[in-house]
């Protein structure tokens, strides 16, 4: 019944974008490893897939991705996972760039995200009203429905495509093809990719 509801909410604003009267963005969050699991690569038919290890797995690089469907991709790399901190780094300027929205077009943007905990926080609570005043609003989707979030079949295509199959050294590598790998699938979308950097210590 639940997530009936969310669903028809969901399709509302949907519609509501389609007709150019919101932006609407679809929030998630994916990692990549130094070697790609054997479920995203191919292999010849009658043969065994085979991949060869690098010695050690290392870090994970993590990526923090908006898609607004056939638009924009906004997207922030960190090595391991994003925490309260980085999330709400990137949130605030994604309300920064709601704001300049709101006042170039009267759009309010909506960002679809799932209940992941750090979305949530307490650090991210004391954000929200600020945001919503700036023109950036939240769309929380029920549990367990990730088919609801439509970045998570950008994700599928850009492990399926550009990622599979390839081992990496390390880290900065494993980085600059997913930067590699967005920027291909943005060209090919004809959407407008834009990355966001975390200031340097």
Same mark, same amino acid.
Request: net charge negative; charged share 20%.
């Given at each position: 019944m639940y997530q009936g509801r969310k669903q028809a909410d969901l399709d509302t604003l949907e519609l509501a974008a389609q007709e150019g009267q919101i932006d609407l963005k679809y929030l998630d969050e994916a990692g990549f490893c130094l070697y790609s699991p054997v479920s995203y690569s191919y292999s010849r038919v009658g043969s065994q897939k085979q991949l060869d290890q690098v010695p050690t797995r290392g870090n994970r690089i993590s990526?923090?991705?908006? =898609?607004?469907?056939?638009?924009?991709?906004?997207?922030?790399?960190? $090595?391991? *996972?994003?925490? *309260? !901190?980085?999330?709400?780094? #990137? +949130?605030n300027w994604i309300a920064q760039k709601a704001a300049l929205s709101l006042a170039e077009t009267g759009r309010l943007? #909506? #960002? #679809?995200?799932? %209940?992941?905990p750090i979305h949530k926080r307490d650090i991210v609570r004391q954000h929200w009203q600020r945001w919503q005043e700036e023109g950036l609003?939240?769309?929380?989707?029920?549990?367990?429905?990730?088919? +609801? %979030? &439509?970045? @998570?079949? $950008? =994700?599928h295509q850009l492990k399926t495509h550009e990622i599979a199959g390839q081992m990496f050294e390390? @880290?900065?590598?494993?980085? +600059?093809?997913?930067?590699?790998? +967005? !920027?291909? &699938?943005? $060209?090919? *979308? *004809?959407?407008?990719? @834009? &990355?966001f950097r975390f200031n340097s210590a």
């Open positions: 990526i923090l991705g908006l =898609w607004q469907p056939d638009n924009t991709f906004e997207y922030a790399l960190v $090595q391991g *996972g994003f925490n *309260g !901190e980085s999330y709400l780094t #990137v +949130m943007t #909506v #960002v #679809v995200q799932d %209940n992941c609003l939240l769309f929380f989707l029920p549990p367990y429905s990730a088919q +609801m %979030n &439509r970045i @998570e079949d $950008q =994700w390390d @880290e900065y590598d494993l980085a +600059m093809a997913v930067i590699k790998g +967005m !920027e291909t &699938r943005s $060209q090919a *979308g *004809g959407y407008t990719l @834009e &990355r």
